[in-house]
């Protein structure tokens, strides 16, 4: 070890590069909670049975609407429109899945934080 303290690049004369990394740590947080929020409040949608039903969800993967059409509603038929139901959902759900990873995505240059996504 050097006189008088660490070794260099472990704080010695190298303080100025972990600044610089504090900067772009602080700088990259401001970008995800911009990039959260902004998702928070996306709408995204997802129709299927050519238009029977249709899911509306926002970015934090909350149902904000579902729409039936007249004809999706058969009293003899109840197992098809459960089926287009959760077909529905779950192709929103991917959407908001998408539109998460695309935003935060960018920002974290690909990297997979566990509990981001």
Do not use: H, W, Y
């Not at 010695?12 to 909670?33: D, F, H, T, Y």
């Not at 904000?64 to 038929?77: G, R």
């Not at 089926?83 to 990297?111: F, W």
């Amino acid at each position: 070890m050097a006189k008088g303290g660490f070794p260099r690049g472990m704080g010695g004369m190298g303080g100025g590069n972990m600044n610089n990394m504090l900067r772009q740590a602080k700088k990259m947080q401001e970008e995800m909670e911009k990039a959260q929020q902004a998702l928070e409040e996306k709408e995204l949608e997802a129709s299927v049975g050519g238009g029977a039903v249709s899911v509306k969800v926002n970015g934090k993967k909350e149902v904000l609407s579902i729409t039936l059409s007249p004809d999706a509603v058969d009293p003899d038929d109840v197992e098809m429109l459960q089926d287009l139901l959760v077909t529905a959902v779950n192709e929103a759900m991917r959407k908001a899945d998408e539109a998460a990873a695309s935003s935060l995505g960018s920002i974290t240059g690909g990297l997979n934080i566990p509990g981001l996504f």
